[in-house]
Nanobody
Framework: QVQLVESGGGSVQAGGSLTLSCLTS????????MGWFRQAPGKEREGIAS???????DYLNSVKGRFTIAKDDAKNTLYLRMNSLKPEDTAMYYC?????????????????WGQGTQVTVSS
């Protein structure tokens, strides 16, 4: 059984930083892609960062230069480092995983999802 558990969300002021973590278990695909998504109230879910075991990465334009996706295979953990946070970054953040190569921020490409962690950025 594949499980993804996010943590690290919270409330910060604009300009601040947060690092989200996604602990995975039971995910055994050697060739895979993982990503971070977010959904704000009343808005559609959007993909913000992805990385694949083929070395590719993909970022939403609005987070390029501010957010960094990384992975520690020894800890089975995916990270999202978020700097220079803005109020418009406020959302529920989800991690996701799929078997297959190629970083993608297209949500329907992903089979496995976590429950989410809330990020709130105040002005």
């Amino acid at each position: 059984q594949v499980q993804l558990v996010e943590s690290g969300g919270g409330s910060v002021q604009a300009g601040g930083s947060l690092t989200l973590s996604c602990l995975t278990s039971g995910f055994t695909c050697a060739y895979n892609s993982m990503g971070w998504f977010r959904q704000a109230p009343g808005k559609e879910r959007e993909g913000i960062a992805s990385m694949s075991t083929d070395g590719t990465t993909d970022y939403l334009n609005s987070v390029k230069g501010r957010f960094t996706i990384a992975k520690d295979d020894a800890k089975n953990t995916l990270y999202l480092r978020m700097n220079s946070l803005k109020p418009e970054d406020t959302a529920m953040y989800y991690c996701a995983a799929r078997c297959g190569l190629g970083a993608t921020t297209v949500s329907n490409m992903y089979r496995y999802w976590g429950q989410g962690t809330q990020v709130t950025v105040s002005s």
